[in-house]
């Protein structure tokens, strides 16, 4: 499912994992070290997920 997100949304997915990058300063690579067993887009999926989900609730609190 993750690489089915990533191919079609993948611009998006790109440019928000370099703001991500930016902004923490760690690559998107450390950042999914716990991914490993998933591919590359699976990874970026992931993270771009897990980072939009922590945004969200932190405008909740």
């Known amino acids: ?5 990533y191919a079609k949304y993948h611009y998006w ?4 994992v370099a703001k991500l990058e930016k902004e923490t300063k ?3 690579e450390e950042q999914s ?3 490993k067993e998933c591919n590359i887009e699976g ?5 771009f997920i897990r980072h939009h ?5 932190l ?3």
């Open 13 to 16: 997915i790109e440019e928000e």
């Open 59 to 61: 405008e909740m609190i």
């Open 53 to 57: 989900l922590s945004m969200f609730v």
């Open 26 to 28: 760690i690559s998107w």
């Open 1 to 5: 499912m993750a690489n089915e997100n």
């Open 43 to 47: 990874r970026k999926v992931q993270l």
């Open 33 to 35: 070290e716990a991914l």
